[in-house]
């Protein structure tokens, strides 16, 4: 006979949410293993005494999670995703006729905390990761990745000189259409002045005036004068902490720059933050190491091994790591050179030696202002150089042979050295296998594809979210092997047993057993 199912809706039913979730249900295992009290006295201060009682801090944190866990970067979607999810209201501690917050509630108290409280989460999952055993800390990987921002290239506006930003304004900046132009401009007057040399001026001025002539067209990611556009020439007023930045063969973007580390042993996160995108990796170098060894130190781990790749060298980084007693494998940069062709360096004397056999002497130690590198510099003698039958070649139309040597030269030698080791090739085939699995998954499954808030703070506050999410997968994927191998050990060890007395059993009783094939 066939079924109808026929639904009515009970006035009255009994329903226990702890009963219809399964005992290995992911959110009811991570509802058993996160303890998040500690949250309570420490955002205490962000509360008032009087009125109606706010969001649960603890409530809020875990719903963020669950943001990342689920892929979710829309605070509207997730809430809609958490209303329709069992497993998850229960590990929210709400019952199915509880109303969950309103989304903008999770947005003002994204901005309440500072980074502070949320780097405490991140801290707490990840002394959890240590507390198990799945941290070694002596061998750390580091990498970057760009993160798109908040905002669009289509609402970058060109900066202006410093004297008077209104009046020029007024003046020169021309606008494409009313709605074009952003409602609320956070940047602040240094994020409008112009940085870019009168040389770099002159070379986009006429495009700045084919745009103002064109006013239907934005230096956008869509338009093909986006290549011009600059961090020294343009600013988002919607996001100003966002930067200009592009990967080779794919269009400019608004990005920020996660930065982070990640312990080799079980591939746990151990640093993530978010940095401008228009520096080089190798200028956050001090900041992460600095963070890192704290958080390493605290949890009573040894650090060892600085692993990255040639983006991170340098020579101020190779002689700040060694001070800080770390052993650095960091490929250096192509174009660094020991020394000139033929010439050989004499460390006694700190001097070279041209194939002529003249001595090119130590004169000064020279500091570019561009980057602030500094130099070695050293100069041979007009009366060397005036007869000298290689004059023309080495030379040309100049007095005196010059050479610049970076001021790390020792260091950079130290670093080649490593890396070329066997050892050496071991750590770089380590930190592909280890840091960048981790990026590709932040990012494709966890959330990090794009920021979702404004600012750099907030943008912090979101890779520390999801490196959090990421290591708490980590964990509870951890504890259930442990907990199946130990089960497995656990029957192998009474298999051991039944099977010993088996055998004294048979040799006490003379009895024998032909098994059959």
């Not at 921002?149 to 004297?163: F, G, I, Q, T, W």
């Not at 062709?341 to 130690?365: A, L, M, Q, S």
């Not at 656990?490 to 088996?502: E, R, V």
Request: positive net charge.
């Amino acid at each position: 006979m066939q079924g109808k199912k026929q639904y009515q809706e009970k006035l009255f039913t009994s329903f226990h949410l702890s009963q219809r979730i399964p005992e290995n249900n992911f959110y009811r295992q991570l509802k058993s293993c996160l303890n998040l009290d500690y949250l309570y006295p420490l955002t205490k201060s962000y509360y008032g005494d009087c009125g109606q009682k706010s969001l649960d801090p603890i409530v809020f944190f875990k719903i963020c999670l669950v943001g990342y866990l689920e892929n979710i970067i829309t605070d509207r979607k997730l809430i809609d995703h958490c209303s329709m999810r069992l497993d998850i209201l229960f590990f929210l501690g709400y019952d199915i006729d509880e109303e969950l917050p309103w989304h903008s509630t999770i947005s003002r108290t994204r901005k309440l905390f500072p980074e502070e409280v949320f780097e405490s989460v991140f801290t707490e999952v990840f002394k959890m990761c240590v507390d198990k055993g799945m941290v070694s800390g002596h061998t750390q990987c580091i990498d970057s990745a760009p993160v798109k921002a908040n905002a669009s290239m289509d609402s970058l506006e060109l900066k202006v000189p410093a004297e008077d930003l209104d009046s020029h304004l007024r003046k020169v900046r021309y606008m494409s259409t009313a709605d074009r132009k952003a409602k609320h401009d956070k940047s602040d007057d240094d994020q409008k002045t112009i940085t870019a040399s009168d040389r770099e001026l002159k070379s986009i001025k006429s495009r700045n005036k084919n745009w103002s002539e064109n006013q239907d067209e934005r230096p956008g990611a869509g338009n093909k004068g986006s290549k011009y556009t600059s961090n020294k020439t343009h600013y988002s007023p919607t996001d100003p902490d966002a930067r200009i930045s592009v990967k080779p063969g794919k269009a400019r973007k608004l990005n920020y720059l996660s930065q982070l580390s990640v312990d080799t042993a079980h591939h746990v996160i151990s640093f993530i933050g978010a940095y401008h995108a228009d520096k080089k990796d190798n200028q956050y170098v001090a900041d992460i190491t600095e963070k890192l060894k704290l958080r390493l130190h605290t949890q009573g781990l040894l650090w060892r091994n600085f692993v990255a790749d040639t983006g991170y060298s340098s020579g101020e980084n190779y002689a700040y790591l060694e001070s800080e007693g770390l052993v650095s494998y960091i490929p250096p940069h192509g174009t660094y050179k020991g020394g000139p062709e033929g010439f050989t360096y004499v460390e006694e004397g700190d001097y070279w030696i041209c194939p002529e056999n003249k001595h090119v002497t130590f004169r000064k130690v020279k500091v570019e202002k561009k980057n602030n590198i500094k130099k070695n510099v050293y100069f041979t003698t007009r009366r060397d150089c005036k007869g000298c039958p290689q004059r023309e070649s080495c030379i040309g139309k100049s007095h005196e042979r010059r050479i610049e040597i970076t001021y790390y030269k020792d260091e950079y030698e130290r670093a080649i050295a490593r890396v070329k080791s066997k050892r050496g090739r071991y750590m770089k085939s380590k930190r592909q296998s280890t840091v960048e699995p981790v990026f590709g998954t932040l990012t494709q499954f966890m959330g990090m594809r794009k920021v979702n808030t404004k600012g750099i703070e907030l943008a912090n506050k979101v890779m520390l979210m999801s490196g959090a999410a990421y290591n708490l997968k980590k964990y509870l994927k951890f504890i259930n092997k442990k907990a199946q191998a130990n089960a497995n050990a656990l029957l192998s060890f009474i298999y051991s047993i039944i099977m010993a007395y088996w055998t004294s059993f048979k040799a006490e009783n003379g009895l024998q057993i032909n098994y059959v094939q």
